[in-house]
């Protein structure tokens, strides 16, 4: 069964260091999601794209933050510099479309640990 | 904005027994509305769904029904087993706006032998 894939699975870091995620969408999976989800939350946005072009990064911190989509498949999270308030799970999913009401694909979360 | 509003947990019941997460939601348009379930250990993944109004979705013994006059997607279950001990997210989708899938803050589920 296709999964969603992330990497890597758990991150320990120093603040003010740089971290990156990586993630692998379903193959076909036009739309790729990257969410934050802080232990006892809800997943909160932080950017959307469809293909390669970000459909939505309003809450996405664009001093520290970044992400990218280069060939319309796998995608980059970065963070730079790291601070203590960035630990959680970044979650990546996919969708086949993107237009609402289909379902959300996850991978299992990178969790990001910062000392 | 669209939001949604999920019972806090955790929600601690014995095996057999009937369960109920509340979910409320605002919105604006013709939103869908989610449930997903994550066990420990591993990502969310789709429960049910239901993209209109008085829909039922129905999946591994859980339903739920979309009520626009009450704006509630509540989760129910006859009877619960200790394999269901997960956290739960309401979520909704909202087609009439900008597709961008909102999640509540999730009700943890223990379901004790």
């Known amino acids: 069964e296709a999964e969603v894939a992330q990497s890597p699975r758990y991150k320990i870091t120093e603040k003010s260091q740089a971290v990156a995620f990586w993630c692998d969408p379903i193959?076909?999976?036009?739309?790729l999601y990257w969410y934050r989800q802080i232990l006892g939350q809800g997943p909160e946005l932080l950017v959307q794209f469809q293909d390669e072009s970000v459909v939505d990064d309003s809450q996405l911190p664009k001093d520290r933050f970044s992400a990218e989509r280069l060939k319309g498949v796998d995608s980059t999270l970065k963070i730079q510099p790291a601070e203590l308030g960035d630990s959680a799970m970044y979650l990546c999913?996919?969708?086949?479309?993107?237009?609402?009401?289909?379902?959300?694909?996850f991978g299992e979360g990178s969790r990001l640990t910062v000392l | 904005g669209d939001s949604v509003t999920q019972m806090e947990g955790p929600v601690t019941l014995s095996e057999e027994a009937f369960l109920t997460i509340n979910c409320t939601y605002t919105a604006t348009g013709y939103p869908s509305l989610f449930w997903y379930v994550q066990y420990p250990g591993e990502g969310l993944q789709l429960l049910l769904k239901?993209?209109?109004?008085?829909d039922k979705g129905s999946n591994k013994g859980f339903e739920a029904t979309y009520r626009k006059e009450t704006t509630s997607f509540h989760l129910e279950k006859g009877s619960v087993q200790v394999s269901d001990s997960a956290v739960y997210f309401c979520a909704l989708s909202n087609t009439g706006g900008s597709y961008i899938p909102t999640f509540g803050r999730g009700t943890s589920l223990i379901v004790h032998p």
């Open positions: 999913a996919s969708s086949l479309d993107g237009l609402g009401a289909g379902e959300l694909f």
């Open positions: 193959s076909g999976h036009a739309t």
């Open positions: 239901a993209t209109k109004a008085d």
